[in-house]
């Protein structure tokens, strides 16, 4: 079972940027999508993008805007977040989750069984 450890959060001010890290362990991630969620407080967890073993790539748009970028480097079965311009409404929990490859690629909770700790980014005003 292949498991998921993020890196990478931090305090930022508004404008800013940060690149998160998600490495997978106990098997190469080899055939997994790969994928970021997200959790403010007092708001329900969102899918922010997604990425499949062969580089294909997914958005959630509205929380994206077009700053984010997603990108993998298999040899090191690390999946990354590339976040620019940040706002203060980008300040939540971030989570990285795994599939298995499938014809389609999952937006939802419960279409990943594996998920890393979360780190914090905060964005001051």
């Known amino acids: 079972q292949v498991q998921v450890a993020e890196s990478g959060g931090g305090v930022v001010q508004t404008g800013g940027s940060l690149r998160l890290s998600c490495t997978a362990s106990?098997?190469?991630?080899?055939?997994?999508?790969m994928s970021w969620f997200r959790q403010a407080p007092g708001k329900e967890r969102e899918f922010v993008a997604a990425i499949t073993w062969s580089g294909g790539t997914w958005y959630n748009s509205d929380a994206a805007k077009g700053r984010f970028t997603i990108a993998r480097d298999n040899a090191k079965n690390t999946a990354y977040l590339q976040m620019n311009r940040l706002e203060p409404e980008d300040t939540a929990v971030y989570y990285c989750?795994?599939?298995?490859?499938?014809?389609?690629?999952?937006?939802?909770?419960?279409?990943?069984?594996?998920w890393g700790q979360g780190t914090q980014v905060t964005v001051s005003s």
């Open positions: 106990g098997g190469t991630g080899d055939g997994y999508t």
């Open positions: 989750a795994a599939a298995p490859t499938s014809p389609t690629v999952g937006t939802r909770s419960g279409d990943y069984d594996v």
